[in-house]
């Protein structure tokens, strides 16, 4: 979901824009792509300063444990 901050845009796997709420699911991909890793780093650190919240999961973390997921989520919104 694209998310526009301060005249440049974000995409965020999910984004409760209104609460301010980032959710990020990280594949394995994140930890071998050094451009992706650092573009994911300055993309929290922009969010995080500009009073955001950034939740992260892995995939492994969203298919073995969904209920732990989505509960995380209802708490942070909440």
Not at 14 to 41: C, M, N, P, V, Y
Not at 52 to 65: G, P, Q, S
């Amino acid at each position: 979901m694209p998310v526009y901050l301060h005249s440049r845009i974000f995409y965020i796997d999910i984004a409760f824009k209104q609460r301010k709420l980032a959710i990020e699911i990280d594949g394995r991909l994140h930890e071998t792509d050094e451009d992706l890793f650092e573009s994911d780093r300055w993309r929290q650190n922009a969010l995080v300063a500009d009073g955001w919240r950034v939740l992260r999961f892995t995939w492994t973390m969203l298919r073995d444990h969904p209920e732990i997921f989505v509960r995380a989520i209802l708490e942070a919104l909440h």
